[in-house]
Nanobody, 123 residues
Framework: QLVESGGGLVQAGGSLRLSCATS????????MGWFRQAPGKEREFVAS??????????ADSDSVKGRFTISRDNAKNTVYLQMNILKPEDTAVYYC????????????????WGQGTQVTVSS
């Protein structure tokens, strides 16, 4: 079970750090990803990190590169998404997910999902 936290309301230009915790014993075996879904839009890939935390991968678009950073702490069974210089278009429900496949942006390759945490960025 994955549980996200850290969302909230923030002004444009601000920062938030999302967390995703699990009690699963096999957390360190999985690649972890963050997705987001804005109202009326498809769920989209944001970032992923491999099982060891040594490699990260971000969405191709310029929408998050340079502003978001994914990391993980396997000792705490937690993955993080640090979001800086937030923009109103970052408003969405953010989900974490686990996958045995590395470097995939396809949500169907992720087989465990959290319930999501709302991020709202005001202009």
């Amino acid at each position: 079970q994955l549980v996200e936290s850290g969302g909230g309301l923030v002004q444009a230009g601000g920062s938030l750090r999302l967390s995703c915790a699990t009690s699963g014993r096999t957390f360190s075996s999985y690649n972890m990803g963050w997705f987001r879904q804005a109202p009326g839009k498809e769920r989209e890939f944001v970032a992923s990190i491999n099982w060891s935390g040594g490699t990260t991968y971000y969405a191709d678009s310029d929408s998050v590169k340079g502003r978001f950073t994914i990391s993980r702490d396997n000792a705490k069974n937690t993955v993080y998404l640090q979001m800086n210089i937030l923009k109103p278009e970052d408003t969405a429900v953010y989900y974490c997910a686990a996958s045995s496949i590395w470097r995939t942006t396809d949500k169907y390759d992720y087989d465990s999902w959290g319930q999501g945490t709302q991020v709202t960025v005001s202009s």
